[in-house]
């Protein structure tokens, strides 16, 4: 069975890079045609995705973030990651990574998410 | 890119029927079939109900429902569950690999 999992500080410093790495267990990244991607949720709010990255390493970047915005994978390790530069108090979130069939597909498996709070 | 916009709440008994709507634009919820919906209780992840627009993924129970008309799309939950209890968002392809999510609605079995 697919599992994702997220890992990276809890607490980043304003102004600073925001990195966070997602583990895919129970099956290869590089083994199917499948979409890898980070998708965010402020405290109390609503879903916001933030770009995915095909297994070949092709990106795609919601537009409003994508100039901050940097995904990667890395396929030996089975494992795809985010960063996110100049972050501030808006950017504090759960982040989920998840994957997907197709960009307009839906994210069918979901990481667990983690917390990130950007404060001094 | 702008959210969806859902309404912020609904409720049904158990039972009853309860329908969520997801309106967006021509560049979104109406330029394409790709419109998915997702539940979330509370501290979990997200869950895929519904994809392209009323599919659901092996698993789902047939009660959820979903269906599309112009720039609004729908969910249909029918003969609701206590389970049935939270948030629902939908979200959709917006061309040019892009995806938007809705706003969210809390569904409140009464």
């Known amino acids: 069975q697919l599992q994702l999992q997220e890992s990276g500080p809890g607490l980043v410093k304003p102004s600073e890079t925001l990195s966070l790495t997602c583990t895919v267990s129970?099956?290869?990244?590089?083994?199917?045609?499948?979409?890898w991607g980070w998708i965010r949720q402020p405290p109390g709010k609503g879903l916001e995705w933030i770009g995915s990255?095909?297994?070949?390493?092709?990106?795609y970047y919601n537009p409003s973030l994508k100039s901050r915005v940097t995904i990667s994978v890395d396929t030996s390790k089975d494992q795809f990651s985010l960063k996110l530069s100049s972050v501030t108090a808006a950017d504090t979130a759960v982040y989920y990574c998840?994957?997907?069939?197709?960009?307009?597909?839906?994210?069918?498996?979901w990481g667990q998410g983690t917390l990130v709070t950007v404060s001094s | 890119q702008s959210a969806l916009t859902q309404p912020p709440s609904a409720s049904g008994s158990p039972g009853q029927s309860v329908t969520i709507s997801c309106t967006g634009t021509?560049?979104?919820?109406?330029?394409?079939?790709?419109v998915s919906w997702y539940q979330q209780h509370p501290g979990k992840a997200p869950k895929l109900m519904i994809y392209?627009?009323?599919k659901r993924p092996s698993g789902v129970p047939d009660r959820f429902s979903g269906s599309k008309s112009g720039n609004t799309a729908s969910l249909t939950v029918s003969g609701l569950q206590a389970e049935d209890e939270a948030d629902y968002y939908c979200?959709?392809?917006?061309?040019?690999?892009?995806?938007?999510f809705g706003t969210g609605t809390k569904v409140t079995v009464l």
């Open positions: 998840a994957r997907h069939g197709s960009m307009t597909s839906g994210f069918l498996s």
């Open positions: 129970g099956g290869s990244i590089s083994s199917s045609y499948y979409y």
């Open positions: 392209e627009v009323s």
């Open positions: 021509s560049s979104d919820v109406g330029g394409y079939y790709y």
């Open positions: 979200s959709s392809y917006a061309g040019s690999n892009n995806y938007v």
């Open positions: 990255i095909f297994y070949s390493g092709s990106t």
